[in-house]
């Protein structure tokens, strides 16, 4: 706890190894070591509109959605999520923007100095996000968007109490940390409510007991997704219809799932802040986040990156490539580049992909948790196979082989992604 620190003359990646190493473990779900240093920091009662945002999936396009509104209509907006693709600097925007690396290194500082002052240690995970909140604090920012990082009551995010708090849904994912069923895990995401303030659940399931249950003890204001707000598709496939009591919205689709862009757009008709219609249509045309159905052209191909790496997300997922390939019809024909890591639900995932797609280009990560070939092709067993050393060369090999009519879907894991955007990057 006591080891020497960096300077603030160091870099950000001497900063980030000293995270990495100064607690026992990365992860330690509990409030009771970084509410001291927060209170040291001044942190934990923002002069600012918090929205908190938890769910099993969905949360960075939501997040990403909210942020992107509210900027375009003129606040002056900190947004934080996890995890990063490229740089540790995606964590932090502001007014859309990642911070630089001067800045992360002095709230670092910040935050050392408090934990010391406070004789605790704190996880990776604890002290990047408390730098975080330093950095909104000293930018005085009008609005304060939080992504949980993993269930929502034990979470770090949480010794921040939100104005508005979002629950995208439940799904079951980290069941090591959370528990194993829905419930168990309702029970940790709801532990971002707190009294009198609307909360939003956009989950299209039935609303979890444990959920309903923290909102009626909070006497907080519960809005559901097809109860108390509705959206639907406009038949051109380019609009969308956002329906609540006393309010309709024609809106445009953004480049994100619409089920979250429409839990953004209640939280904020919900939040008492001012946003009109125009900044609303405008900051989701606006909103970009990579890995969530990102379509992009690579050398006349049309490609698709998706982060989906469990059964909720791959539904997410199936879900939004069904609508995708409603409105372009020449494409009949989907090819994957897939791995996994170890850890997660492969079989699950697989089985839901297997009626979508036609070719596999499978290949192991280069990461620690990564799931060997041999548990990828068991998996698979049946399906149409290929495999490949790295997903460097699964990817270029799906390039080369397939045709105009062929969508190429990259997805099981962020690691797979990143793979490809290197591989791309190394091309240009």
């Given at each position: 706890m006591n080891s020497q620190a960096p300077l603030a003359t160091d870099t950000l990646d001497t900063w980030l190894d000293y995270w990495g190493h100064v607690h026992v473990t990365g992860i330690d779900l509990g409030l009771e070591r970084v509410i001291p240093v927060a209170e040291k920091l001044g942190v934990t009662q923002p002069e600012a509109k918090v929205f908190t945002v938890a769910g099993t999936n969905g949360k960075g396009s939501t997040t990403t959605t909210l942020a992107s509104i509210l900027s375009v209509q003129g606040y002056k907006v900190g947004l934080y999520q996890s995890p990063h693709i490229y740089r540790f600097n995606e964590r932090v925007k502001l007014a859309g923007v990642e911070v630089d690396d001067q800045s992360l290194i002095d709230a670092f500082v910040q935050v050392d100095q408090a934990r010391r002052a406070c004789q605790l240690s704190l996880s990776f995970f604890e002290a990047t996000t408390l730098a975080a909140f330093v950095i909104f604090k000293q930018q005085?920012?009008?609005?304060?968007?939080?992504?949980?990082?993993?269930?929502?009551?034990?979470?770090?995010?949480?010794?921040?109490?939100?104005?508005?708090?979002?629950?995208?849904?439940?799904?079951?994912?980290?069941?090591?940390?959370?528990?194993?069923?829905?419930?168990?895990?309702?029970?940790?995401?709801?532990?971002?409510?707190?009294?009198?303030?609307?909360?939003?659940?956009?989950?299209?399931?039935?609303?979890?007991?444990?959920?309903?249950?923290?909102?009626?003890?909070?006497?907080?204001?519960?809005?559901?997704?097809?109860?108390?707000?509705?959206?639907?598709?406009?038949?051109?496939?380019?609009?969308?219809?956002?329906?609540?009591?006393?309010?309709?919205?024609?809106?445009?689709?953004?480049?994100?799932?619409?089920?979250?862009?429409?839990?953004?757009?209640?939280?904020?008709?919900?939040?008492?802040?001012?946003?009109?219609?125009?900044?609303?249509?405008?900051?989701?045309?606006?909103?970009?986040?990579?890995?969530?159905?990102?379509?992009?052209?690579?050398?006349?191909?049309?490609?698709?990156?998706?982060?989906?790496?469990?059964?909720?997300?791959?539904?997410?997922?199936?879900?939004?490539?069904?609508?995708?390939?409603?409105?372009?019809?020449?494409?009949?024909?989907?090819?994957?580049?897939?791995?996994?890591?170890?850890?997660?639900?492969?079989?699950?995932?697989?089985?839901?992909?297997?009626?979508?797609?036609?070719?596999?280009?499978?290949?192991?990560?280069?990461?620690?948790r990564a799931a060997p070939l041999e548990q990828l092709q068991q998996a698979l067993q049946g399906e149409p196979v290929k495999t490949y050393r790295d997903i460097k060369s699964a990817f270029k090999s799906a390039l080369e082989d397939t045709q105009n009519h062929q969508l190429i879907l990259v997805c099981g894991s962020f690691h797979t992604l990143e793979a490809v955007w290197e591989y791309l990057e190394q091309c240009q």
């Open positions: 005085q920012c009008d609005v304060w968007v939080l992504e949980v990082g993993l269930g929502g009551r034990l979470d770090v995010v949480n010794v921040i109490d939100p104005d508005v708090a979002v629950i995208t849904n439940i799904g079951l994912d980290h069941t090591d940390w959370l528990g194993d069923s829905i419930e168990k895990i309702a029970f940790e995401k709801a532990g971002i409510i707190r009294p009198n303030i609307p909360v939003i659940f956009g989950g299209l399931q039935p609303l979890p007991h444990a959920i309903q249950q923290k909102a009626d003890e909070c006497q907080a204001q519960l809005y559901v997704a097809e109860r108390d707000y509705f959206y639907q598709f406009s038949e051109d496939g380019q609009s969308w219809l956002f329906a609540a009591p006393g309010t309709t919205l024609k809106l445009p689709t953004g480049c994100l799932a619409l089920e979250n862009i429409s839990t953004a757009v209640a939280a904020i008709l919900l939040s008492g802040l001012e946003v009109s219609q125009l900044a609303i249509a405008q900051g989701i045309q606006a909103a970009r986040l990579p890995g969530r159905f990102e379509l992009r052209q690579v050398a006349d191909r049309t490609v698709i990156f998706d982060a989906g790496h469990n059964p909720h997300g791959m539904e997410f997922l199936l879900k939004q490539l069904r609508n995708f390939l409603h409105y372009h019809p020449q494409y009949t024909d989907v090819v994957t580049v897939f791995s996994m890591l170890a850890d997660k639900d492969i079989a699950a995932v697989v089985g839901l992909l297997k009626g979508s797609v036609s070719g596999w280009n499978i290949a192991p990560l280069t990461v620690p």
